[in-house]
Every structure is written in structure tokens, then in C-alpha cells.
């Protein structure tokens, strides 16, 4: 690997809590609290108990309480695991510019190797920041790839980083982990899940992370993976269209931490949705004639805004639907997790009124999120254009208040939650799992 990959992982297998601003601080806690409280709905979203199931029985027992279960796995089992539930109902945070889930890749890499290792809540916490950064910055160097949804595809990268640091493997190790992590990486076909409706999309970054957890282990043994995992002539950055590998370097190694940069989301549905959805809360759904959505032209905005139909997986089809979506904001006057479950999911008033809305992608194409315009006609002949900017975002972020509500949908204790998020970088090994007890006693 090259000079300036050499002193980013250098960077990284060192990286502590120390190194965070207190904005950073903050932004880490609310994440992972963020994280671990949609986590415990998770059991209950389509094709994840089955999912769970086989961690559980096929895939032996380990030192690693899965949280919101009863089940003790080896670290990459219990860290796959715990990435669906926190992937479960498309309700994590996002990386809006560099399009990536990041909570769902770092956290269980974290949490699961630093149980079975007896590491500290420090430690997991500074895995967490290194796990996002990684995926982050990754995602931005490459850029949008046909057929690839970067947080599949690039999560074993993600995972790796994060194990890695909590183990505190030093440069040479930390970059093993990274390079054996590289097979499991950027594959052009995770978006076909998308294109299917299935609901195995919930699952694709628990393959990632199991893939990544299980190099750095390798790495923490001795096993030497390819050094220039990044920049080699087949690293994960000749992915890149202009091959301008000092241009990727600048984005790189530029100062600063991605865990102040991710978006949390206010609706349980692919991120694309959401703008769209924030406009129209409030407006009246009586009487509303045809409504059109304008949202960026581009190959993601494509995959929402198409007319609903039903193909097969009802939860998958609605969360990346703008029309169902929208249709449903307007006559439930909310988006929520009831949204994706019966009566709400198939009310037939909801998939007529979607017949209505239009989306139109004439708005100019741009990298990440974009705000959306609506325009909604009524039979009387009112008319009214409402807009919304991307709601969630670092630039107009979830009140606290907002954040504690979406975790107590989710959970039956949230300050438990809320209060092992805030404290765990101070958090001894034993405390650390002491802490997690309290929440995995407590069965959504």
C-alpha cells in the first residue's frame, strides 16, 4: 500500500475517544443509542427470525450475549446477528453523501469482538469510530457503482477496521484485517435484492460483517493478508472511474471524523423516501386529485420512484416506494414502524390514493441526498407546492427528543439504552458486559 494508505491505517489502528471533539463525542453516543434501540424491534421485521435462527442453532455457542435475545455466540455469529437487528427495518442511520449504513456494520463488530476478548467500552467505542470512517470514507472514494449498494459491498471493509481497532491490533495486523476482508468486498450484484423486493437486503450487511469480523480475528492471530487492500492494482480503489488516486487519498485522509457527519433517520424506509415524506406531513389527504413528487434524476432515486405495485414482499415494496409512502403520510399524517404492519401496510385506501402520486425526476442529479418538491392538487381545484429539505441530516438534525421517542417505539427500556450509549467509553470489560445484560434480559 502506498505512502498515504499507509499513514491513514496508521491513524486509525491508534484512534481513541481521546482524539473525538465533544460534538463527535455526542454524535457517537446518540448513534449508538440510536442503533441498539432499533435493534430490539428488529426480531419482528420480515425474514429476520428465520435469519436469527440459524445464527442461533447452526452456527454454535459462543462468549457473546446477542442483545434482545437468549442467545450466546462466537463474535462473528453474534456480530452478523446483531446487524440485522439493527438493519432489520431499514430505520439506521446513513452516511447521505458517501450512501452507506454505517451503525449496522460498526457497532456489532465492536460490541461482539470486544465481549469475547474482554475489552474494554472504550475500546469498542474507538472500533465504532474507526469502523465508520472507513466505510465512509471508502464509499465516497469510489462513488456510486452499478449494481452496489456500498454498505453490502463494502462493509467487510468497515467491519474489519472496527474489530480491528477494539482489538488494538497494531498497523501491520490492522492492515492484515483489512486486506483478508478484501474477497468479501465489491461485489456488483448486492443491489439485485433491491430490484427483487427481498427482504434478504436486511441481511447483506450481516454477511459483510461476519466476513469482516472473522479477518480481523485471522489478522489478531498472525494471518497476513494483502497489503495494499486500497491502492493496490486490484484494491478496492481501481473501482474508481478516472483512476485519480491522489484525488481518492485527499478525500481519504482529509481532517476530521465521520461519526459527526451520519444522518438518523425519522421513517423506517430507504433514505431516498425521505424528503418526500417530510413534505407532505400536514398536508390534507380529502379530496387530493394528483399529487407529483420531484425529486434528482439518477440511477438511486430511480429504485423509489417508480408507480407502486405490489411484487411479492409487502414491507420491502412500501419502503422503497415514494408513492405508498407519501400516500401514507397523508392519511396516516405519519410514517412509523405501525406503517409497515397490519392494518396500515395493506389498506387498500392507502395503495388507491398511491395510484395518484406521481414522481418526476427532473430535479439536477447530485451526490447523496437531495431535498424534494410536491405538488398537490385537489378536485376543488386548490393547488399547493410544499417542500422539505432532507430531514435527519447533520445539517438539519433529529432533536434529542425526537431520537428518545423513535428509541422508546422500539424498546421497553430506553434510558437502559440511552445510558449505556452515553457511558460506554468509560466502561471497563466487566462493566461492559454488565451493561449489555441489562439489555438483553429485556425481549422486545
Not at 468497515?158 to 486486506?179: I, P, Y
Not at 450484484?189 to 427482504?199: D, F, I, K, Y
Not at 415524506?277 to 390534507?284: E, F, N, P, T
Not at 420491502?316 to 416506494?321: I, K
Request: proline share 6%.
Amino acid at each position: 500500500m502506498g505512502e498515504p494508505g499507509r499513514d491513514w491505517v496508521a491513524a486509525l489502528s491508534m484512534a481513541g475517544e481521546a482524539d473525538l471533539s465533544d460534538r463527535e463525542r455526542t454524535a457517537l453516543a446518540v448513534l449508538i443509542a440510536d442503533a441498539l434501540g432499533i435493534a430490539g424491534a428488529g426480531r419482528t421485521a420480515p425474514g429476520v427470525a428465520d435469519a436469527l435462527s440459524c445464527w442461533e442453532n447452526d452456527l454454535g455457542t459462543g462468549a457473546v450475549r446477542l442483545p434482545w435475545t437468549r442467545a450466546s455466540l462466537p463474535a462473528p455469529a453474534a456480530a452478523a446477528a446483531l446487524a440485522a437487528l439493527i438493519h432489520a427495518w431499514d430505520f439506521d442511520d446513513t452516511h447521505d453523501s458517501a450512501v452507506v449504513h454505517t451503525s449496522c456494520v460498526a457497532l456489532p463488530s465492536a460490541l461482539a469482538v470486544a465481549l469475547a476478548h474482554g475489552r474494554s467500552g472504550a475500546d469498542a467505542a474507538a472500533g465504532v469510530v474507526a469502523g465508520v470512517q472507513v466505510l465512509a470514507r471508502v464509499a465516497a472514494a469510489i462513488g456510486g457503482q452499478r449494481g452496489m449498494i456500498r454498505t453490502a459491498a463494502l462493509g467487510a471493509l468497515g467491519a474489519a477496521a472496527a474489530a480491528a481497532r477494539t482489538l488494538g491490533l497494531d498497523e501491520e495486523r490492522f492492515t492484515s484485517a483489512l486486506g483478508l476482508a478484501l474477497p468479501a468486498t465489491g461485489s456488483a450484484m448486492t443491489r439485485q435484492v433491491v430490484a427483487e423486493g427481498s427482504p434478504a437486503k436486511r441481511l447483506q450487511p450481516s454477511l459483510a460483517v461476519q466476513a469482516g469480523v472473522s479477518a480481523a480475528l485471522l489478522a489478531n492471530r498472525g494471518v497476513r493478508g494483502p497489503m495494499s487492500w486500497l491502492d493496490g492494482d486490484y484494491g478496492i480503489l481501481a473501482l474508481r472511474e478516472d483512476g485519480d488516486s491522489a484525488a481518492a487519498f485527499a478525500g481519504i485522509r482529509a481532517p476530521g471524523w465521520e461519526i459527526a457527519q451520519l444522518s438518523l433517520k425519522p421513517y423506517p424506509a430507504c433514505r431516498y423516501t425521505h424528503a418526500a415524506i417530510d413534505a407532505v406531513l400536514g398536508a390534507r389527504a380529502e379530496g387530493l386529485d394528483t399529487a407529483v413528487v420531484h425529486v434528482p434524476a439518477g440511477q438511486a432515486y430511480a429504485l423509489v420512484a417508480r408507480p407502486f405495485q405490489w411484487r411479492g414482499q409487502p414491507v420491502a415494496d412500501v419502503q422503497f416506494s415514494i408513492p405508498w409512502l407519501v400516500a401514507a403520510a397523508l392519511r396516516e399524517g405519519r410514517v412509523d414502524l405501525s406503517s409497515l404492519r397490519e392494518p396500515v401496510l395493506t389498506d387498500p385506501e392507502i395503495e388507491r390514493l398511491a395510484a395518484r402520486i406521481h414522481v418526476e425526476q427532473d430535479l439536477p442529479a447530485q451526490v447523496g441526498m437531495a431535498p424534494a418538491e410536491v405538488d398537490l392538487r385537489y378536485v376543488d381545484g386548490t393547488t399547493m407546492r410544499r417542500h422539505a429539505e432532507m430531514p435527519g441530516s447533520p445539517a438539519h438534525p433529529l432533536t434529542i427528543e425526537q431520537v428518545e421517542a423513535k428509541i422508546a417505539a422500539c424498546v421497553p427500556d430506553p434510558a437502559a439504552v440511552s445510558k449505556l450509549a452515553t457511558g460506554l467509553a468509560g466502561l471497563g470489560a466487566g462493566e461492559l458486559r454488565a451493561a449489555l445484560s441489562t439489555i438483553d434480559t429485556q425481549e422486545s
